[in-house]
């Protein structure tokens, strides 16, 4: 079942509805899952991409490393129509959006952001678990306040999820009464819940206390050996040297180098790069 | 105090009993809760990022809050009357009292909106919900455990102004203590009784405070 070479199982393993196995994807050669060209964005007069391309083949994992304010976060977001790109093209799976050009009219735009945010899910650094609700709560909401599948289902499905974040006895716990590493793992089970083909991290362990790394990585490296797609912002470099299929070094809003993390990580071409890895390797 | 004194509170408990639950109560909790729905669009309107929305929100807020109630009350039933609309005691006093709440309250509840964190809009965004239900499920609900203090002030307000009503000849329960005290001038017993009945209205809602704030606060750490 955890075979990273047999993503596509799920949808026609005869088991439809197992969430702990990523959704079946056909990636024919030369089209992957995930493409990206030319996006490009601003916050006023300060330009915080530009013309950023890359692609993500399904099943593997790309993660995204640079300085702050390197423009990896706005990557990550755009990708999630969190924030919405000034220009490019964005396409997951079916779901393609031209930020080029004039936005078609109200509700058509907001179908195209929707189509495309319903393409991922996300993993916030700072959890953003609802807070009113329990673990349980949070976890179904989407599917069934959102999505509208059945609740029977669904809260099947959120079990096992929890079960496979190693969280199913906190499942009737309020966000409060669990440690921050726990609320990330419920916050990726929640991400998990919606069905995503694309699992997108933003900077997931960087508010953690150091001991409660781990727990979340480890989490995240099953998904990864299951054969998920994800995207991961993130500054463990042991993460992505272990678990990153493409690395993508971004500074002053470009993507500065790309390669596996043999290439990137270990043997940086550019003075830039090798001087950001000295840095967090090293830091004194 | 003369046997006539406490003859006269004895007969009139009942009456202003009577003008408390069926007038001063009802007559606050409906004004309360149209008020609230009136305060939730305008504040929602304030929150807007078309400015002329958002500057008719201000501008109600600013009249409401600018000119004394009695005067809205007065406008409404004495003033309304010259440009062709006319309204009973009782539905003129609601429409003033909500129009009030409407405003006090919409600040209250576009405060209590704004202290919820950027972040819940986000991973509301990032479930798939829309504007309203990210309000439904996720804003609202967590903008009320910070609004219920002051909005609980409100109702107590509320709960005595609707004696203002007592000039518009809405027969709640001052207007009621008032023509039981006029034929023998006992103003201090009659007032007295009303005023206890207030205290005693008001000191139940305060409890349904305590307990709606425990409620809210089962899921914030302490």
């Not at chain 1, 195209?112 to 700072?126: E, K, P, T």
Request: glycine share 8%; charged share 15%; with cysteine.
């Amino acid at each position: 079942m955890t075979d990273p070479t047999q993503p596509g199982q799920y949808g026609h393993s005869g088991q439809p509805g197992h969430p702990e196995q990523p959704p079946s994807v056909h990636e024919t050669p030369g089209h992957p899952l995930v493409a990206v060209t030319g996006l490009a964005k601003s916050f006023g007069d300060h330009e915080v991409l530009t013309s950023i391309d890359f692609e993500v083949h399904a099943g593997s994992v790309t993660v995204l490393i640079g300085p702050s304010g390197s423009g990896k976060t706005t990557v990550l977001r755009s990708l999630n129509t969190l924030e919405t790109p000034d220009g490019g093209v964005v396409r997951i799976g079916e779901v393609e959006v031209d930020f080029s050009g004039p936005a078609p009219k109200g509700s058509a735009r907001k179908k195209q952001l929707a189509a495309l945010r319903d393409q991922s899910g996300m993993v916030f650094q700072s959890h953003n678990l609802f807070p009113h609700m329990t673990v349980l709560q949070n976890v179904i909401e989407g599917p069934t306040v959102v999505q509208r599948r059945p609740r029977e289902e669904v809260m099947g499905e959120a079990r096992r999820l929890l079960d496979l974040v190693g969280l199913a006895e906190k499942a009737d716990q309020y966000p409060y009464q669990l440690s921050g590493g726990q609320q990330q793992r419920v916050g990726i089970a929640r991400a998990l819940a919606l069905r995503p083909k694309l699992m997108l991290f933003d900077e997931p362990t960087s508010a953690l206390d150091p001991e409660l790394v781990g727990e979340v990585l480890h989490v995240m490296k099953d998904l990864a050996s299951q054969g998920w797609t994800m995207v991961v912002v993130t500054h463990e470099i042991r993460f992505a040297q272990q678990v990153a299929d493409q690395v993508l070094f971004m500074d002053g809003g470009v993507i500065v180098e790309r390669g596996t993390p043999g290439e990137v990580l270990a043997n940086p071409r550019t003075e830039r790069a090798r001087q950001f890895l000295q840095r967090i390797l090293d830091p004194l | 105090m003369s046997d006539q004194t406490v003859q006269l509170i004895l007969d009139n408990l009942w009456p202003l009993l009577k003008a408390a639950v069926t007038v001063t109560i009802p007559l606050t909790l409906v004004s309360f809760v149209l008020g609230l729905v009136v305060a939730l669009v305008v504040a929602l309107m304030r929150l807007s990022p078309v400015r002329a929305v958002s500057g008719a929100a201000r501008a109600y807020v600013s009249v409401i809050r600018g000119t004394p109630l009695l005067l809205q009350l007065f406008i409404i039933f004495y003033g309304l009357p010259a440009l062709g609309v006319t309204f009973e005691p009782f539905p003129a006093a609601v429409i003033a009292f909500t129009l009030n709440v409407g405003g006090y309250a919409a600040e209250v509840i576009r405060s209590a909106i704004l202290a919820v964190p950027k972040g819940q809009w986000e991973a509301a965004s990032t479930v798939g919900m829309d504007y309203l239900t990210t309000l439904r499920r996720v804003v609202l609900p967590q903008a009320t455990r910070t609004a219920i203090p002051p909005l609980s002030n409100t109702l107590i307000s509320l709960v005595k102004d609707t004696s203002l009503a007592s000039t518009i000849q809405v027969t709640e329960l001052l207007r009621v203590a008032q023509e039981a005290a006029a034929p023998t001038y006992q103003f201090f017993a009659m007032y007295s009784v009303a005023a206890v009945y207030y205290w005693v209205i008001c000191l139940g809602l305060s409890a349904l405070q305590t307990r709606l704030e425990e409620r809210q606060n089962r899921y914030v750490a302490r």
